[in-house]
């Protein structure tokens, strides 16, 4: 079946929590298969990239779509920054915004921001929107350990259909770099999404193959 413009089409929004190289890498490869990316980033995930990537993004959306398609080499027609209060962009409304959702990194702030149906930023907004219209939703939460709340929140979301995929990568693929670590996790969540994928090798074909 032919992938329709709408199926093309996503949101990825960055909160505060560690793992900024997890977001970016995503982001190159969203943008690289060819998706048109709606890219949501809270002012602490902006601090989180400066001080994990040493990536200063600037606070304005066409200033921060500029210094991104700079630095990833990608193509500037599918990449959509919005602003955290942008109430007019697609991701906020049910009638227009992408049905697939991806929160990377998630903090245990927005996860439980978004287990309680709270709209108070656009990210959080466009996460209830995608809950509500039933599409898909994966929360890559990085926090350790996780407390009681934490794990109610998660358990609540997963109820209602979300994917829960806690930023915790494999080693069976003999990682020789952060790179490769990061790589891992993207691999998972594009295999999630449906997403070719050929960035780790998969589990016993190596072994078949010997």
């Not at 093309?8 to 997890?22: N, V």
């Not at 890498?25 to 990537?53: N, W």
């Not at 500037?76 to 929160?103: H, I, R, Y």
């Amino acid at each position: 079946m032919a992938t329709s413009m709408s199926d093309k089409r996503i949101t990825l929004a960055w909160s505060g929590a560690s793992g900024a190289p997890y977001g970016l890498r995503l982001l190159e490869c969203l943008l690289a298969a060819d998706y048109e990316v709606y890219l949501l980033v809270s002012s602490a995930a902006r601090v989180v990239l400066a001080t994990e990537h040493g990536l200063k993004l600037p606070s304005g959306p066409e200033a921060a779509k500029e210094a991104l398609v700079k630095h990833l080499n990608a193509p500037t027609d599918k990449l959509v920054v919005c602003g955290k209060e942008d109430w007019f962009s697609p991701v906020a409304s049910g009638s227009a915004a992408p049905k697939k959702m991806v929160v990377c990194p998630c903090s245990a702030g927005s996860l439980a921001a978004i287990a309680h149906g709270m709209s108070d930023n656009l990210a959080e907004r466009a996460a209830d929107v995608v809950l509500k219209e039933r599409g898909q939703l994966l929360l890559v939460v990085r926090e350790t350990p996780f407390s009681t709340l934490h794990l109610e929140n998660m358990l609540k979301l997963s109820q209602m259909g979300v994917t829960i995929m806690p930023a915790a990568p494999g080693f069976y693929h003999q990682p020789k770099s952060i790179d490769d670590l990061v790589d891992f996790m993207v691999a998972r969540i594009l295999d999630h999404l449906g997403i070719e994928q050929v960035l780790v090798p998969r589990w016993g074909y190596d072994q078949r193959d010997k």
